[in-house]
């Protein structure tokens, strides 16, 4: 099995867009994209960064998950006013390998006030939510959730079985875990610290995630745990009307990896020494 780590490009063009006066100084925004198959999908959401990259420095990773349908492609021919890179599995590895890669590659080369942002690359997460995540950052969290289920959150887009599935887990997980202020467990959009996962990637390594699908959401929750973050939530409108073609969630396997994940952590409590 052969995945490029080291098969990082920028695809952007020297210099880009002159860039309006009031651009972010603190830090720089990494937004990690793990993409399976979405050469549909990336145009208008790359369109929609490069106007979040008007005001924020802002770096997108796109991780192309063994995809078939040229979205590789997509990324390499470069996007007018963003600076995008290319970072490579040359077969499907799945969701979480797909984020730990993007992971990697940022901390390579983030510095420690930078934030990474993780999102879907299916275009049903709005980049303009970007500011208010580096924001919250400035303020002292150390996550940030856009969460589905806090006021002004909405799932009404998506189908009913998948909103079934994001509702029923986040109350499970609400009811177990040990999260005061988190409502939405699963949500693909996040931002972290970069101190604060670079921090988790020295103690875990390459067991920062394990988890092949979906749940590697929960599991990246539940390693950082052990730093004590400060995680705050801010709502997210879900534009699922704006996915072209079906979800690539497999529910019932998604299902039984949450449930794994649960059993796992309250028999062997992580860090096995100290962070
Ligand atoms: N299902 C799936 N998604 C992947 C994979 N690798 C990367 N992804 C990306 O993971 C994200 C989540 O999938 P998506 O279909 O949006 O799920 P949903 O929106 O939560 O129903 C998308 O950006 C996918 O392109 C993979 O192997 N399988
Ligand atoms: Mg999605």
Known sequence: MSVDEGDVRTASEEGGPALSGDVRTHARAH????AYNEAASLPPLLTRLAEVALTEKLTAWVVDDGSSDGTADVVAAGW???????VRHRVNLGLGQAVQSGLRAVLAEASGDDVV?????????DPALIHRLEDEIAAGADVVICSRFVDGGDDATAPPLRRLLSRGAAALFRRVLRFADVRDFTSGFRAYRVSLLARAQRHWGERLIEERG??????????????????TEVPLA????????????????????????????RLSPAPHRAL
């Open 80 to 86: 007018p006013g963003l600076d995008v890179r290319l």
């Open 214 to 231: 979906f749940a590697c959401m929960v599991e990246l929750l539940l390693k950082l745990r052990h730093c004590r973050p400060v995680v």
């Open 31 to 34: 937004v990690v994209l793990p």
């Open 117 to 125: 942002v993780v999102m879907d690359a299916d275009d049903t997460h």
């Open 238 to 265: 879900l534009r699922y009307d704006r996915k072209r073609g079906p979800s690539k969630i497999r529910i019932a396997r998604t299902v039984g990896q949450y449930a794994r994940l649960l059993v796992r952590d």
